[in-house]
DNA sequence: CACGGGCCGACAATCGGTTGCCAAAACTAT
DNA sequence: ATAGTTTTGGCAACCGATTGTCGGCCCGTG
């Protein structure tokens, strides 16, 4: 009895302490924990108490060398995240949990390497990873995926699983709404240039413009915040068009003052769009947004992440080859930024060749 | 040769595939990576040459089974991070960095029993736990610091390590700024009653507008969202006050919306304080706020840390009895919300006794 | 030439589980 | 009662590092 106290005391309990304590084996100890049919009923029991009462708790890191498996999950965001990652992380989370496993997250830095950085420290110690946003060209991402199952967000592979939003349907819905609001002539404020969602985004809005005959112009680019959004509405007053939709809300939130600055109005002379809809209750115009479904993206990835760890178990060590990535549908939350296009066109100023 | 490509094939090199290349014994090439000085310049010269031909990186889940030390340390903020957090999380992942570790991050969900199942998963992975904005009673983190070295952040425990700002002086220089601005009857908008800060602020508030004679009110509790502080507004209304001090930023400019939305002018009606500094260029108003040094806070907690570590190595397991908070100073960042009290005091619904 | 001391590398135990294989035990069927 | 099958628990070999200990080698000095 002494003993055991000085046992406990010094430090937790181990499957031989436990093992021990019932007159077992450890391997029947280790079995009743993990191999839940293969050890009698009675023998488990007697083990599971025993084993609660001396305060055991399996030593997950033990469990990984010959497993190999440490239901870990990493998600790597750029920098610290946003509102926008705040969601898909939310979703994420839920999913991991309910699969057993901790979703950790750890935030890439600003730049490429020190993402690298960040994903070769994590991945030896994690089961997954999920890269969100991630700055790194594609021949890294494939590198990390040839090591640990991955999975990336918002960015199509075609070797490497991943999950994005239908944002080329989204950007349909936005084109048509102005559309229907009578605008003609539409501006893109296009985002970062490393972005892979930006160059999406432009591409989708040059292709859904000409469809319906629109004009279309491009400003940019311009970094995701407020500030830079707001100073773009400057070059964009030399040269105005009704209708604008912004590389995100963060652009829009910053370009709807900047114009309210320059004594431009949103929505009576100028419908804005923003994408991801980031910025409710954010200022004090509701700003109309393609809304990803964030949440849903955190969890698809950690599902196909999943998939994947599940599939590397037997005999294959890595890439399935081709796979199709994961798209979730975005949809266009019509709120007070946009308005029918106003008859009056004259008063701004550059307003410029308008179609009357 | 063809033996060589099969084993790099299959699985990473260990240490024995490294000995066995090099023709020297694996404790050799151990020592090579772990006791500088141990190993012979030429071997471990070329030891190293042909580890890194092969590609041998050390496993580190291997290397923290005999030394239980995973060069990771765990920070866990509650739900999902906003501005705050994020600005703290940089600090700490830069002095982590600094110190060879690695910071994870998780979040602890919306309630106690999901931050402790946060740290039940994680503790038993990481060297150290940063627990910011626990949800926790103080017994519950008592355990978790009995298992791992624990810092706390923005909460004061005796027996555990903390890194708080002080937000007493903070609390000093925003009454005295308002005072100096001739506001008598200050209002203090708190928030959730769970959160240990918010005890700590309103308890300054009362000593600080009891020192300098001044009236006191509080209204609350408020949830620390923009929407709940712009509910506040209303309830404010009824019996205004010239100068309001809010629990932090969130509420602040929720509140600032929700009083112009009742036609009070902010600051010429009413100055508004906000805590925390995370509102900049939020709203259209800046807001005079009580700014935390986060990223020292961070960092300080992760430095904090460390030294618990190394203090936790030799023979002491854990608890050095009474340990005493380290205080970070706060700054009052005067914007544009306060402004000297309007001569005139009528106009305003209820504005009720005033004294002069 | 012999002896003591440093330096260096190898052996083997250990961290705490997991798991393939085997044998004893229990049970079923003939 | 015997042979055949299924449970069930134990033995021991891993997983990939770390580290205490020991013997061999080389050097210097008496």
New interface residues.
Partial sequence: MADEQDASN?TSPTIYDVARACGVAASTVSRTFSRPGRVNVETADRIRRVAAEMGY?T????R??PT?Q?A?L?MVVP???DRFF??V??GA?AAAIAAGY??????A?LSADAERA?VN??I??VDGVILAGSLLPDSSIRVAAK?RPTVVLNRAMTDVASVLTDSADGMRQAVEHLTALDHRELTYLAGPEASWSDGMRWRSFKVETQRLGLRARRIGPIAPT??AGMAAASTFAEQMTSGVIAFNDFIAVGFV?GLSRLGVRVPDDVSVIGFDNTAA????LPLTSIAAPLPHLGGQAVRTLMRQIAAARPGR?DAPGAVRPTRLPAQLVVRSSTAPRARRDSNAPGSGERAA
């Fill in positions: 010094s708790r030593n997950t890191v033990a990984a060398l190999s440490t870990l990493a920098t610290v995240p705040i969601e992380i939310r989370k901790t979703l950790v997250v750890a935030d830095g960040a420290r994590l030896p110690v090591q407020q500030a003052s209750g954010f200022s004090n060590p």
